[in-house]
């Protein structure tokens, strides 16, 4: 079964400071990995993803995230955090359905991040 | 947020009432998805429809029925709900076929169900 993990529910940080989102994941065959930030009353918002190639993507608003496949991990990054950046964090990775050409994705918990002023 | 619209963006009804969400792309793509997003879960795939047609339906209650009229447009009809399916509705759209597509989301439907 293909799955996805983030760890910590909540993340605080100092608003300068660097920040680390977690992510693990399991699936059989190459992940198509994804990051997506969820505003309070809104939908999720696009970040950044990993498809092939270079393991370092870069994404919207300065976030990057490395894919890093001996850990199975796909931790989400920035250097220097905003208090803006405060939001919902949903780490989610490809799957592909059996029963037709659609793709599903399935998506971690979620991680609140705070960024402190 | 114009590339994925969801109306009405709040629902308050009854469990006996019967009524629609309605999702609209402009993106021009060709799959769309339904998310059940309650508190403290994962978002949970509730349909898919590709190319007009229901590709995946996930054990989701006969009271929750998807319309996929046209590529552009998907519905939720919603019948003799319960409490527990308050929850925030979020529909989704992408172009399949391309290595690695990105779903875009709506804003989504906060409904609550008294």
């Known amino acids: 079964a293909q799955s996805v993990a983030q760890p910590e529910d909540q993340v605080n940080v100092a608003e300068g400071n660097p920040l680390t989102v977690k992510c693990t994941y399991s699936?059989?065959?190459?992940?198509?990995l994804f990051w997506y930030v969820q505003y309070p009353n809104r939908g999720l918002q696009f970040l950044l993803k990993?498809?092939?190639?270079?393991?370092l993507v870069k994404g919207s608003y300065g976030f990057e995230a490395e894919f890093n496949k001996s850990q199975t991990s796909f931790h989400l990054k920035k250097p220097s955090a905003l208090v803006s950046d405060s939001a919902l964090y949903f780490c989610?990775?490809?799957?592909?359905?059996?029963?037709?050409?659609?793709?599903?994705?399935?998506f971690g918990s979620g991680t609140q991040l705070t960024v402190l002023p | 947020e114009t590339g994925v619209t969801q109306t009405p963006r709040h629902l308050v009804m009854g469990m006996t009432n019967k009524k629609s969400l309605k999702c609209e792309q402009h993106?021009?793509?060709?799959?769309m998805y339904w998310y059940k997003q309650s508190a403290k879960k994962p978002l949970e795939l509730m349909f898919v429809?590709?190319?007009?047609?229901?590709?995946e339906n996930n054990s989701v209650p006969s009271r929750f029925s998807p319309e996929c009229p046209n590529s552009s447009h998907l519905f939720l009809h919603l019948h003799t709900l319960q409490p527990e399916d308050s929850a925030l509705y979020l529909c989704?759209?992408?172009?399949?076929?391309?290595?690695?597509?990105?779903?875009?989301f709506g804003p989504g439907t906060r409904l609550t169900v008294l």
């Open positions: 989704a759209s992408s172009q399949e076929g391309l290595a690695g597509d990105t779903q875009y």
């Open positions: 699936v059989s065959g190459n992940p198509y």
């Open positions: 990993y498809i092939t190639g270079d393991n």
């Open positions: 989610a990775v490809r799957v592909l359905i059996s029963s037709g050409s659609a793709r599903q994705l399935t």
């Open positions: 993106l021009g793509h060709n799959a």
């Open positions: 429809y590709s190319l007009e047609e229901r590709v």
